[in-house]
């Protein structure tokens, strides 16, 4: 596969190898995506036992002799107004998964978009000033709409305070990506320094290689 390199005016100065539109691991991809949206949790769901639920500290009536049932507070789970059993409780839904299977998910991810031809190159990407207008021009002359998702190799001050007050738009470093953003985007913007990165990151050399041996 090839997959063309674009300038900023939306022009085609070249054709790359694409490094993406293997094999797309659903396994994986669900495992990594399930994992990021847990940890997104905040987990302060909260109700209150009968020892924390207020009053209920005489007990209502007498024990026998009133023709009612034994009760010993008003705060008895039992009753209307008392505490809550088994309910939820602060809690984290944080876990992890190894470095192996996330960087399989993105690579997934990332094969995914190529096969349905929406990843794209980008050659540079240079702002002048922190202004929006000036990214919306570039998406413009891309002709690019809804979702899109920009990938660079490094932070730019200028671009990263032009993008965010842009809908739709979101900016990610190489080395940060994740399985989630490539999912959430229609379109995947690739600056050209972050294809090296993300090749570093995902070994995508070893694997190339190995292909080439096997033949």
Known sequence: MKLSVYDMQGKKVEEVDSLFGGRVNTALVSQAVKMYLANQRRGLAQTKTRGEVSGGGKKPWKQKGTGRARAGSIRSPLWRHGGVVFGPHPRSYRYGLSSKTLNG????????????????ILDKLEMSAPKAKEMRAVLDNLKLKGKVLLVSNQYEKNVALACRNIQGLSLALAKDLNALDVLKASKVVL????????KNRLSLDDKINKKSDDK
């Open 191 to 198: 600056l050209k320094n972050s294809l090296d990165g993300l």
């Open 105 to 120: 998910a993105l690579l997934s991810a990332l094969n995914d978009r190529a096969l349905k031809d929406s990843i794209l």
